[in-house]
T-cell receptor
Framework: AQSVTQLGSHVSVSEGALVLLRCNYS??????LFWYVQYPNQGLQLLLK??????LVKGINGFEAEFKKSETSFHLTKPSAHMSDAAEYFC??????????FGRGTSLIVHP | KAGVTQTPRYLIKTRGQQVTLSCSPI?????VSWYQQTPGQGLQFLFEYFSETQRNKGNFPGRFSGRQFSNSRSEMNVSTLELGDSALYLC???????????FGPGTRLLVL
């Protein structure tokens, strides 16, 4: 069985501030982990993925995430938020079934 | 390379009707998965097809069905629509089993 918990349904930051979106997972097998972003009225766009190579994964648009096995976490960060980062972010895990389980999503709000 | 396309983008139906949604995967991708996204339940997996065979199925009633054609295009059908079927239906394609999924823009279905 696998599951994902995203802490905080809404995260609010000022433009230029650090972005930190939290994701904890559980998986009975070594997981693949993903972060997706969804803009209004659009589908999900892959930001980055972890597939057991480097624990620090760099993605598009300046985002990165660090896999911490001991903490079962895969938090998403970006050093400096931009207004265009405002969107819904989803963390997902695939385990033995290879069918991804998604978190409930975190809405990122960026204030000018 | 063209992305995943879904048609139609928006649909309004009444209770009891049926609906068919279409998904064209990225060229060369043989796996197509369908998801239902609602504010209350989040992203839920419907089913996955690979080479015209349903490989995995989520926990949805039999009113939800799908199929995949030899060119990897897929359709999903919902019969006897209920108000609760109102949702964004997302299609995702991948090269194969366990590969990264790429999402289409979705079909927004409203059931009145």
């Amino acid at each position: 069985a696998q599951s994902v918990t995203q802490l905080g349904s809404h995260v609010s930051v000022s433009e230029g501030a650090l972005v930190l979106l939290r994701c904890n997972y559980s998986s009975s097998v070594p997981p693949y982990l993903f972060w997706y972003v969804q803009y209004p009225n659009q589908g999900l766009q892959l930001l980055l993925k972890y597939t057991s190579a480097a624990t620090l994964v760099k993605g598009i648009n300046g985002f990165e995430a660090e896999f911490k096995k001991s903490e079962t976490s895969f938090h998403l960060t970006k050093p400096s938020a931009h207004m265009s980062d405002a969107a819904e972010y989803f963390c997902a895990v695939t385990g033995g079934s290879y069918i991804p389980t998604f978190g409930r999503g975190t809405s990122l709000i960026v204030h000018p | 390379k063209a992305g995943v396309t879904q048609t139609p983008r928006y649909l309004i139906k009444t209770r009891g009707q049926q609906v068919t949604l279409s998904c064209s995967p990225i060229s060369g991708h043989r796996s197509v998965s369908w998801y239902q996204q609602t504010p209350g339940q989040g992203l839920q997996f419907l089913f996955e097809y690979f080479s015209e065979t349903q490989r995995n199925k989520g926990n949805f009633p039999g009113r939800f069905s799908g199929r995949q054609f030899s060119n990897s295009r897929s359709e999903m059908n919902v019969s006897t629509l209920e108000l609760g079927d109102s949702a964004l239906y997302l299609c995702a394609s991948s090269k194969g089993f366990g590969e990264t999924q790429y999402f289409g823009p979705g079909t927004r279905l409203l059931v009145l």
